[in-house]
T-cell receptor, first 114, second 112 residues
């Protein structure tokens, strides 16, 4: 009974490189959410996806950030040309198809930009 | 869209003190309410949830929360905190559209 899985757990990138964060939801969950947690700050919503659809990306920076949740495979959060300010913990969560349920969180990916 | 505000950014208590963390939300319709806890270095875990019924909800580890609809509040309480309760606590609201919104979090430090 696997929960939400994220990889890698730790990712180090140099400024200007690309970061790809992966999230596999709980089996049977078709909704995926990405959050960013900065040091000393709370949990910031980034994007909400269903299979092959972006439902709400109001929390995503307009540039360099993109997310997808393909029909097959994990959800990907992609950060192009990373900058030091992108250093944070990125959490993925998933929920069942029916609305209103709690979200199940993964262990997070800690991104460090050097 | 719904939004959530948590009034306290950082709370420091001694062991055995009572705890109450405030949470207010803004949304005109029916909501589901949650409290999550994040222990140092760990991911978020569900502490308790309210969907319907008795507005006083009991969760794990002796926590409880009360939904007061007229005040749009869902405050978290614990009669006697322990050092192991040191963590960050997040209130969240889901308005049945699967679009969950979290508060900024309250960091609780319990001194032994």
């Amino acid at each position: 009974n696997a929960g939400v899985m994220q990889n890698p757990r730790h990712l180090v990138r140099r400024r200007g490189q690309e970061a790809r964060l992966r999230c596999s939801p709980v089996k049977g969950h078709s909704h995926v959410y990405w959050y960013r947690q900065l040091p000393e700050e709370g949990l910031k919503f980034m994007v909400y996806l269903q299979k092959e659809n972006i439902i709400d990306e109001s929390g995503m920076p307009k540039e360099r950030f993109s997310a997808e949740f393909p029909k097959e495979g994990p959800s990907i959060l992609r950060i192009q040309q990373v900058v030091r300010g992108d250093s944070a913990a990125y959490f993925c969560a998933s929920s069942p198809p029916r609305g209103g349920y709690e979200q199940y969180f993964g262990p997070g990916t800690r991104l460090t930009v050097t | 869209a719904q939004s959530v505000s948590q009034h306290n950014h950082h709370v420091i208590l001694s062991e055995a003190a009572s705890l109450e963390l405030g949470c207010n939300y803004s949304y005109g319709g029916t909501v589901n309410l949650f409290w999550y806890v994040q222990y140092p270095g760990q991911h978020l875990q569900l502490l308790l949830k309210y969907f319907s019924g008795d507005p006083l909800v009991k969760g794990i580890k002796g926590f409880e929360a009360e939904f007061i609809k007229s005040k749009f509040s869902f405050n978290l309480r614990k009669p006697s905190v322990q050092w192991s309760d040191t963590a960050e606590y997040f209130c969240a609201v889901n308005a049945w559209n699967n679009d969950m919104r979290f508060g900024a979090g309250t960091r609780l430090t319990v001194k032994p």
